[in-house]
């Protein structure tokens, strides 16, 4: 993103708006104890060999801000050790096309050497030293960075599902996953504003819409709808007494003194991304014969605009679609993109401060179920680019698809597509430093 903490004011002129795309950065590096795999997107789709190309398609589109992960196992793979070669190289390109990254610091996976994973007795510490070597690296040339993507999947597939190093199960282990990665967000916020205070940092989560089907399970759809919040609640020092979890999270095994911690160590968002798939967010909560199971079903694009609004709501802080698209064919996907876009439309017309929209990912990725799977990547290819990735000559090639002229487009029209932001909301209702 073109702004700096004092200038982020900016995001907030009425014709201003960015468009980004970002390509899958999934970086799982303990092996599967079923079938020996790690999942690290780059490799799988042969990023790591064609950066340069791969980077060059975000400047055909004419873009000048992207989401763009690096792999902290790669530049720290012992402890003490580091090695910025592959990553200068991939950041340096972005920077001479005039692209500044909003660096992806962490995504899922850990260096392998970090014993324990999330639960390491001092990961917070290890996270805020790794995020301080890259801020005093690009200082001056790099201004945004994401802490960690997706707080609340992290603690889901790690803390709740135990598919993920350190693999807890249950919502005690979700907790537990969640507090140390949400203290590792704020000492890296703190120590990173030490060595340049102009850094902005995108706080990007998965978000959700809950439903109950019948109304015995209201109250777990609704708190369900509050863990969603979990993330940025914490790092903002919001679960105070009172707070709808306060109690539950207690209950679970938290203790008082932990959640203490993060009212006195709160830091102030600056920007808020969020995550948000027609195919995955629109959950529905219904009693089976096996008990509580979520359905999700295919949404239209006013979940752009109901989730919109709750996080101005909630936060007041300026918000971007940092991750979106739809899986299948190119129709269904341009439908997609059109649809909602046009529901970004909606919600600036309304005042509500949404500044920017993400396609994610750029070419196809892999799919998850490779790790614990036996066949090549290429059998586990989900079609949700603007580009399509296609098995030829053993690697996966970059199809160009009419997603790419249509996006294109888009970015060259600046804020036309998404209209002028309405400015006409209550003085003091939001303040940027």
């Known amino acids: 993103m ?27 590096t303990a092996p599967s104890p079923k079938t020996g795999r790690t999942l690290d997107e780059y490799q799988l789709t042969g990023h790591y060999d064609r950066w340069r190309s791969d980077i060059d398609l975000f400047s055909e589109l004419g873009l000048r801000s992207v989401r763009y992960g690096i792999p902290w196992h790669r530049i720290s793979p012992a402890a003490g050790v580091w090695d910025f070669d592959w990553t200068d190289r991939a950041l ?8 500044q990254p909003v660096v992806d610091l962490v995504h899922y996976g850990l260096p392998s050497w970090i014993e324990g994973a999330y639960l390491h007795p001092r990961f917070d510490e290890i996270m805020a030293e790794y995020c301080c070597k890259v801020a005093q690296r690009y200082q001056g040339r790099i201004h945004t960075y994401t802490p960690l993507n997706e707080p609340r999947i992290t603690a889901w597939y790690c803390g709740k599902l135990g598919w993920w190093p350190p693999g807890l199960r249950g919502w005690p282990g979700f907790l537990r996953v969640m507090l140390s990665v949400c203290r590792g967000i704020v000492r890296s916020v703190r120590a990173m504003r030490e060595v340049d205070d102009e850094i902005v940092h995108a706080h990007v989560d998965a978000t959700d819409l809950y439903e109950a089907v019948s109304p015995e399970l209201i109250d777990d759809a609704q708190r369900r709808q509050e863990v969603v919040f979990l993330a940025l609640d914490l790092i903002s020092g919001r679960i105070q007494p009172g707070h709808l979890l306060h109690g539950w999270m207690l209950k679970q095994g938290i203790s008082m003194r932990e959640l203490e911690w993060f009212e006195e160590h709160a830091i102030e ?9 027609p195919m995955f967010s629109e959950k529905r909560l219904l009693r089976t014969s096996s008990g509580t ?42 439908a997609w993109l059109n649809d909602s876009v046009d529901a970004v439309r909606h919600v600036r017309a309304r005042g509500v401060p949404l500044f920017g929209y993400t396609w994610w990912p750029l070419f196809a990725l892999i799919t998850w179920g490779y790790r614990e799977g036996k066949k090549g990547p290429a059998e586990y290819i989900k079609q949700m680019g603007l580009w399509d ?11 160009r698809t009419i997603l790419v002229d249509r996006y294109a487009e888009l970015v060259t029209g600046g804020s036309s597509a998404v209209s002028a932001l309405d400015r006409r909301f209550a003085e003091g209702e939001l303040h940027v430093s």
């Open 2 to 28: 073109h702004v700096t903490r004092s200038t982020l004011h900016r995001l907030l002129e009425p014709d201003s708006f960015q468009w980004l795309a970002g390509i899958e950065d999934t970086f799982i």
């Open 389 to 399: 990735l296609v098995p030829k000559d053993g690697s996966l090639e970059r199809v």
């Open 92 to 99: 340096d390109h972005l920077l001479e096309l005039g692209i």
């Open 269 to 277: 968002l600056d920007v808020i991304g969020i995550n948000l798939y």
């Open 293 to 334: 199971r979520i359905r999700m079903r295919y949404a239209s694009a006013h979940i752009v605009e109901r989730l919109a609004d709750l996080y101005w709501q909630r936060y007041r802080r300026p918000i971007f679609i940092s991750e979106t698209a739809s899986e299948g064919t190119v129709r269904k996907r341009l």
